[in-house]
């Protein structure tokens, strides 16, 4: 392990048989962690080349098993995201494509550095049951018809042990690094179709347009010679994605969206049918809603980017569902089959939407605009380590995180702001002193006030 640490340290490829020898002594724990570590870090810096990512992914897909889904009939289709802040997509498109007759076998992930992860979102419901049985998941494909999992430790566990690492490390934002861990989990799903989203902007890995053509050109082509076709999406995330940040409360606001009634719908009505222009409540949820359908239109009929009667009768189709309360049915019977108490959850949900209704100062904390302008940058990545500090995300691999711990954007992207206005608020449930002068530090640096109305970025990019 040594001589491939300093191998990879020297800017050299490693081979076939290198990369194995990595990835089975991950897999066995053979490997300590500060070599697996020093590894990691050996890529950051050098990189690796196209050869040298797919025979890492491989081998991390064959770290353990793949699951079988051969009786299942249908499309099998999946997304996944290479991580935001306040990316909740995962737990409408699921239930969204199933409801139209699409299978989606999912497995997610947890936190990783700044960002959320869905299957954090997940264990904020109670009950949620994280079953792995092979039998269990074709009967949920072939009842429900899709399922949200994270890895059980014969999934891909070499990925498992790998991405808690990187967690912890900062080795996260490296390409090859992250084609290998995204799609070692996709490639044993045994999928007909994957649809990636490619964030892109402050709270994204990859904070240009350039490093995220080049992390989508990577893992479509890798997974497209592994087999499975995969489009993908770069999309802005350089807001938090939505008007909520944080494990329940996210998981709430996705629930909210799959209603067939309320700001969600309505939002998505003016966006993609009526074309008409959105008040400001609409605005605040815009770019959730723009991306998540984008989302949706994309899994549902791949050849949707380049043929636009095929795009109209995805959108269609999907507005249709929606519209029905079809979504909504398809959600609750998933969350229902993973053994999830809907009802436990909005009920956990409700409290914190309570205190900040109520502005509660025991533990809701506002962030005021420091002076009058145009709400015109957000620093993500400070506001998703801002989150991790106050505990829901992880500092260590080992940290249990809070699930109550939220955060509300009160302004959308470009929208004039009054000295003095709140900018976003905090709850906590334990909410100290030291906490709000974070929120303050951290905000004062993160959120910016420009003298004149922005240009902000498209949210499809
Ligand atoms: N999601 C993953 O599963 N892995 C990464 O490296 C980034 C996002």
């Not at 003095?420 to 004062?444: F, H, M, P, T, W």
Request: with cysteine; hydrophobic share 40%.
């Amino acid at each position: 392990m040594n001589e491939i640490i300093a191998r990879k340290k020297a800017g050299l490829k490693l081979t076939k048989a290198e990369i194995d020898r990595v990835v089975k002594g991950v897999t066995t724990g053979e490997i300590p962690d500060y070599q697996i570590t020093a590894l990691l870090m050996a890529i950051c810096f050098q990189g690796m080349d196209v050869e040298e990512r797919s025979q890492l992914t491989r081998a991390m897909a064959e770290s353990g098993k793949r699951l079988d889904f051969s009786a299942v009939k249908g499309v099998k289709v999946d997304k996944h995201s290479t991580g935001g802040v306040g990316d909740k997509t995962s737990l409408m498109l699921a239930p969204w494509l199933a409801a139209a007759g699409r299978k989606v076998p999912m497995i997610s992930g947890r936190g990783l550095g700044f960002t959320g992860g869905t299957l954090d979102k997940l264990a904020a419901i109670p009950g949620y049951y994280f079953e792995h049985e092979q039998a269990r998941l074709t009967a949920h494909l072939n009842t429900t018809g899709c399922f949200i999992i994270g890895q059980s430790a014969d999934i891909a566990p070499a990925d498992k042990k790998i991405y808690a690492l990187r967690d912890v490390t900062a080795t996260v934002d490296e390409i090859s690094l992250i084609t290998a861990s995204i799609l070692s989990k996709k490639l044993t799903e045994d999928l007909d179709v994957l649809v990636m989203d490619v964030k892109c902007g402050s709270g994204a890995f990859m904070q240009n347009l350039k490093d995220a053509r080049a992390l989508a050109t990577s893992i479509a082509n890798t997974a497209n010679k592994a087999g499975v076709k995969t489009t993908c999406l770069i999309t802005a995330m350089d807001f938090p994605l939505g008007r909520y940040t944080g494990n329940t409360i996210e998981t709430w606001e996705a629930f909210e969206f799959c209603k067939p009634t309320g700001i969600y719908l309505e939002t998505a009505e003016k966006l993609f049918v009526k074309k008409a222009k959105l008040n400001r409540e609409e605005l605040l949820v815009a770019s959730l809603v723009e991306i998540t359908v984008e989302l949706a239109v994309a899994m549902l009929e791949p050849a949707s980017r380049t043929n636009l009667k095929a795009r109209k009768n995805a959108l269609a189709s999907l507005m249709g569902l929606w519209r029905s309360g079809a979504l909504r049915q398809k959600m609750e019977a998933w969350v229902k089959a993973q053994l999830g108490d809907v009802a436990g959850l909005e009920k956990k949900a409700e409290n914190i939407l309570k205190a900040f209704a109520a502005n509660d100062t025991k533990t809701v904390y506002n962030y005021r605009a420091p002076a009058a302008g145009y709400f015109s940058h957000a620093d993500s990545r400070a506001i998703g380590n801002l989150m991790v500090d106050l505990g829901a995300g992880r500092k260590k691999s080992t940290d249990a995180v809070v699930d109550q711990v939220s955060l509300e954007m009160l302004k959308y992207p470009g929208e004039p702001v009054k000295k003095g206005e709140s900018l976003l608020r905090i709850y906590k449930e334990d909410l100290q002193a030291n906490d709000c002068k974070q929120v303050d530090a951290v905000c004062k640096l993160a959120l910016k006030i420009g003298k004149s109305k922005p240009k902000i970025a498209k949210n499809i990019l």
